[in-house]
């Protein structure tokens, strides 16, 4: 069984045993990286190269993986990525941001987020796809930006709450919007700040937002990682609280999981600075944190990594087998660490690919 590792894919999976074959998006293609009988990890095929792969989903119902390209479209493999078939019958928007996958009472449906900021839906394994036109509908759809020309927002992800129902839809630049009808509507849950790089006051948060993720042990508990760092609610969102600023040492937080069996436990990932450092400087100088107590604090982890991450980690997975997890980070130098002992301790398992990155941000690294 494989797992994957992508900027706006699938980051959590349940397995049986740890997986042995893990697909990588790159900034030119996907890669399946293998692990041997001496658990050394190498690469055993690729595809779609050129293409910037920003999502990888593997649809477990149907065994078919799809991978979202930016400025690509959507692709889809069912022979574990031997060959592709476009899948966009319907897909106004080709800039394919993330995916995500969500079981009803019918069947699967799949999500695909775009720039411009678009939401579409399939239930038919993306052969064909609809626009949830009400996305749209909000009122601060206007200010929807980004700061990069064209300055076009997008849906970086897609999060699901414990009734399939109940979505989240983060966008860069937008805010969280939140349906409790399956897309039918939408309400608006933020503030529009105008500057983002003071400390937040209690219960708002920018509009820079990256990911959603929720507790299952508490479902009323809330996590988003944005621009301005690190947002709790412990009330579904009605009120937040600011955990991180810029100033702190991960000031640009992108990866957020939460471990949906470990009370409090928690992993992010990111820069020490906003990329618009980085055309100077160079470096993302990011890191690792771990949480054991629901955001209150964290720890950066060091146990087995470089002492300086240069590029920045812009894709984290997490695997479960029984009571034991393992853990993958890939950055914009194309490295890939791991760990299977709760981030105490990391190896590096692959160097050298192709940038792991949301559009260009591996080239302000250069």
Request: net charge negative.
């Amino acid at each position: 069984m494989a797992v994957c590792l992508s900027h706006g894919g699938t980051s959590t999976f349940h397995s049986n045993a740890p997986s042995t074959e893990l697909l990588v998006g790159t900034v030119d293609g996907i890669f399946s990286v293998c692990e041997d009988n001496h658990g050394i990890w190498r690469v055993a095929k690729r595809g779609l190269e050129g293409l910037n792969i920003h999502a990888i989903l593997i649809e477990r119902q149907s065994g078919w993986i799809f991978a979202g390209a930016e400025k690509g479209s959507i692709f889809a493999s069912r022979d574990n990525c031997q060959s592709w078939e476009r899948r966009e019958q319907g897909l106004i928007q080709k800039d394919v941001y993330c995916l995500s996958a969500v079981q009803l009472d019918d069947g699967v449906k799949l999500y695909a987020g775009t720039e411009p900021a678009y939401l579409y839906e399939s239930d038919n394994l993306g052969e064909t796809w609809k626009d949830v036109s009400s996305l749209r509908s909000v009122p601060g759809v206007s200010k929807w930006t980004f700061p990069a020309p064209p300055h076009l927002a997008h849906v970086k992800n897609i999060a699901f709450d414990l009734d399939p129902k109940t979505m989240y839809v983060c966008l860069e630049q937008g805010g969280l919007l939140k349906s409790n009808d399956g897309g039918l509507t939408w309400e608006e849950m933020h503030g529009f700040d105008e500057d983002i790089s003071f400390e937040l006051p209690e219960g708002a948060f920018p509009d820079d937002v990256h990911r959603f993720a929720m507790s299952a042990l508490h479902p009323e508990c809330f996590y988003l990682s944005g621009g301005a760092g690190l947002c709790r609610s412990r009330d579904k969102g009605l009120t937040w609280q600011h955990l991180t600023t810029p100033q702190m040492r991960i000031g640009y937080p992108d990866a957020l999981l939460v471990h949906p069996r470990k009370d409090g436990l928690l992993f992010t990932a990111g820069a020490r600075s906003n990329p618009r450092t980085w055309r100077s400087s160079h470096d993302a100088d990011s890191a690792i944190a771990r949480s054991r107590d629901g955001g209150d604090s964290w720890e950066i982890l060091t146990g087995g990594l470089p002492g300086h991450i240069r590029g920045n980690i812009e894709a984290m997975t997490m695997e479960l087998c029984g009571d034991s997890y393992s853990l993958f980070a890939g950055t914009t130098d194309g490295d890939i660490f791991y760990s299977e002992d709760e981030g105490d301790n990391w190896c590096r398992i692959c160097e050298g690919l192709p940038a792991i990155s949301k559009g260009g941000h591996y080239l302000r690294l250069r």
